[in-house]
């Protein structure tokens, strides 16, 4: 069996579920790691026996011996890598959100057809098994046309500190973090929809609340409280050409009950809650039904979903399957999180061409 042979680039929190991802796919070899930080880059070589360590992602990628890179790094990174990567003739696998900008996106997507090497964004929750059995749903025309679907991430209490709350480098706080996930999974499963406007606020009233006890949270590598230049929560509606709509909250902090995660589409002929928990909602003979998939995941399992994505990633860098998340669609997404930020700064809604 040939084998792939896989870098990861950025050996930070998240990284360590492509790790483990490729580890657990058979045709895939973890050869290098790198990180600035040379301790946390050698840590999880030791751990997945990868014969490299590199401190600069640029040696690692003129290594002929790597066929492919995972992206991990924070998000300023995000599309320079991308597109060296790409460059130095290597497939690519990079985190959410694509990159910071939609000229950064569209350098990347340049990127992606003169290479001709398989880029796919790592919206995770796409390749999640309660997506993949709503999307057959679909795929049947069982729910009809989807109209209108509502998503929502609130953390009461999450700011992840360091660079996630450092704007220069994370490009946002929750809607560039927690929005990307949930508006892509529901603009996926609206059958991604052209974007027609966007109207969108957002707030920084509550700071990132690091003085409050007892209550732990997700925190970044180097958590780090003193700089917080991100919204704290973001709101918005979002219009497509085909009329149909999106409504969307996100939060770092909030005086929220508690924390809250909820994904859910309607359209003609049923619809369905993806997040908290896997549910699909129609009629038949006059009658309502509320059906509950019998599966071991009615929600997001980090280990599958992340799995599942890796295995996903393999199987197109051999050429056997086209990526479910491709560059395009990642271009997509910068272009709605931007507008979003431009329509709250501006006060008013902002239309595409
Ligand atoms: N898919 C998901 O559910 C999910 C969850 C968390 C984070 N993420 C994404 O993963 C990425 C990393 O997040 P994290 O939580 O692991 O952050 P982290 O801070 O824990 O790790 C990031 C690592 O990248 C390293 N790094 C930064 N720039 C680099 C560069 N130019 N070259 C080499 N190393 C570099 C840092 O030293 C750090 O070790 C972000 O883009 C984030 O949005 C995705």
Same mark, same amino acid.
């Given at each position: 069996m040939s084998q792939l042979k896989v870098a990861v680039i950025g050996a930070g929190s998240i990284s360590e579920v492509h790790f483990a991802g490729y580890d657990q796919n058979p045709e895939a070899t973890i050869v290098a790691v790198c990180d600035l930080n040379e301790e946390r880059a050698k840590a999880k070589a030791d751990k997945y026996k990868a014969e490299k360590v590199y401190t600069d992602y640029r040696e690692l990628l003129a290594d002929p011996g790597i066929d492919a890179v995972s992206i991990c790094t924070w998000n300023n990174s995000h599309a320079e890598i991308a597109v060296a990567a790409l460059e130095a003739g290597k497939h690519v696998l990079v985190e959410k959100p694509l990159c910071k900008?939609?000229?950064?996106?569209?350098?990347? %997507?340049?990127?992606?057809? %003169?290479?001709?090497?398989?880029?796919?964004?790592?919206?995770? !929750?796409?390749?999640?098994?309660?997506?993949?059995?709503?999307? %057959?749903?679909?795929?049947?025309?069982?729910?009809?046309?989807?109209?209108?679907?509502?998503?929502?991430?609130?953390?009461?209490?999450?700011?992840?500190?360091?660079?996630?709350?450092?704007?220069? !480098?994370?490009?946002?706080?929750?809607?560039?973090?927690?929005?990307?996930?949930?508006?892509?999974?529901?603009?996926?499963?609206?059958?991604?929809?052209?974007?027609?406007?966007?109207?969108?606020?957002?707030?920084?009233?509550?700071?990132?609340?690091?003085?409050?006890?007892?209550?732990?949270?997700?925190?970044?590598?180097?958590?780090d409280a003193s700089k917080n230049t991100v919204e704290d929560l973001a709101n918005a509606v979002i219009r497509f050409e085909n009329g149909a709509s999106l409504l969307v909250d996100v939060s770092f902090t909030l005086h929220a009950l508690k924390d809250e995660i909820t994904v859910k589409i309607y359209g003609d002929k049923g619809g369905a809650e993806i997040e908290p928990e896997l549910a699909i909602v129609t009629e038949k003979h006059d009658t309502i039904l509320n059906m509950t998939p019998q599966v071991d995941n009615l929600s997001f399992n980090f280990t599958q979903g992340f799995n599942s994505e890796v295995n996903h990633f393999v199987d197109a860098c051999f050429g056997r399957k086209e990526t479910l998340s491709p560059v395009e669609d990642g271009v997509e997404m910068m272009k709605i999180l931007c507008g979003i930020y431009e329509s709250a700064e501006k006060g008013r809604e902002v239309y595409f061409d």
């Open positions: 900008t939609v000229e950064e996106a569209l350098r990347v %997507q340049e990127a992606v057809r %003169q290479s001709g090497k398989t880029l796919q964004v790592g919206f995770v !929750r796409r390749y999640s098994s309660n997506t993949q059995i709503v999307k %057959q749903f679909l795929e049947a025309g069982e729910l009809g046309e989807i109209y209108y679907a509502k998503a929502s991430c609130l953390r009461r209490l999450g700011n992840p500190g360091g660079w996630f709350s450092d704007k220069e !480098r994370s490009g946002g706080g929750p809607l560039i973090d927690l929005g990307v996930h949930i508006i892509d999974l529901c603009w996926y499963l609206m059958g991604r929809p052209k974007v027609k406007s966007v109207s969108g606020n957002t707030y920084n009233r509550l700071g990132n609340r690091a003085h409050v006890k007892g209550l732990s949270f997700y925190k970044a590598s180097d958590y």
